[in-house]
Nanobody, 129 residues
Framework: QVQLVESGGGSVQAGGSLRLSCVCS????????MGWFRQAPGKEREGVAG????????IYSDSVKGRFTISKDTAKNTLYLQMNRLNPEDTAIYYC??????????????????????WGQGTQVTVSS
């Protein structure tokens, strides 16, 4: 099993950028499927971006496509989420998630909360207008 610790959240004005980090430990993290999720007050947790372990394919939600980029540094066991052109609707707690790569699944599974087994504690992102 793995442990996930997010960092990099903060407050920023609309149009600004932030980079979130998620350090993975406890197992061979390179063999885990990874994702970023967010949850705004009063709303359900939603998938933002995902990256598969085998070939590094990525998927994004429509709301962040073209603005956010998911990436990873395997040597550092760290997953990143570069967020550009932020707007107030991006305000939320952002979570990192992981699932050991097993079985058959489709890429859009990486945006589904029920797909993932491990979660970080979250990091707050606040965007002011």
């Amino acid at each position: 099993q793995v442990q996930l610790v997010e960092s990099g959240g903060g407050s920023v004005q609309a149009g600004g950028s932030l980079r979130l980090s998620c350090v993975c430990s406890g197992d061979t993290c390179s063999s885990y499927e990874m994702g970023w999720f967010r949850q705004a007050p009063g709303k359900e947790r939603e998938g933002v971006a995902g990256m598969e372990s085998a070939f590094g394919r990525t998927i994004y939600s429509d709301s962040v496509k073209g603005r956010f980029t998911i990436s990873k540094d395997t040597a550092k066991n760290t997953l990143y989420l570069q967020m550009n052109r932020l707007n107030p609707e991006d305000t939320a707690i952002y979570y990192c998630a992981a699932k050991r790569s097993l079985g058959f699944w489709t890429l859009d599974s990486l945006l589904q909360t029920h797909f993932f087994a491990y979660w970080g504690q979250g990091t707050q992102v606040t965007v002011s207008s």
